[in-house]
């Protein structure tokens, strides 16, 4: 098990920006990806990256927003998040898997953070 660590959750205001850490410990990975889930709401992939060359992937409602980057020496990803709007507002998590792919369903993770909570106010 890859054992995760996230922070760098808050409140901000609408067009404010946040970001996300996720430090991963214990056995290898290939790839992280951020998620987030709202009250009511299914899980919601947001960007994903890829260990081995840095390749990122992202969904349709962050593109251009998020940006996701990653620290080797660190062993932590990072989720630079942009002009916040209020439907931001979720649990975010970070997740990790071993299969050398860019994953986007919530199910081919292995591994979970425990969230960081993100509230942007109007």
């Known amino acids: 098990q890859v054992q995760l660590v996230e922070s760098g959750g808050g409140l901000v205001q609408a067009g404010g920006s946040l970001r996300l850490s996720c430090t991963a410990s214990?056995?290898?990975?290939?790839?992280v990806g951020w998620f987030r889930q709202a009250p009511g709401k299914e899980r919601e992939f947001l960007a994903a990256?890829?260990?081995?060359?840095?390749?990122?992937y992202y969904g349709d409602s962050v593109k251009g927003r998020f940006t996701i980057s990653r620290d080797n020496a660190k062993n932590t990803v990072y989720l630079q998040m942009n002009n916040l709007k209020t439907e931001d507002t979720a649990v975010y998590y970070c997740?990790?898997?071993?299969?050398?792919?860019?994953?986007?369903?919530?199910?081919?993770?292995?591994?979970w953070g425990q969230g960081t909570q993100v509230t942007v106010s109007s």
């Open positions: 997740a990790a898997h071993r299969r050398p792919l860019i994953i986007t369903t919530p199910a081919g993770y292995t591994s």
């Open positions: 990256i890829r260990w081995s060359d840095g390749s990122t």
């Open positions: 214990g056995r290898t990975f290939s790839a």
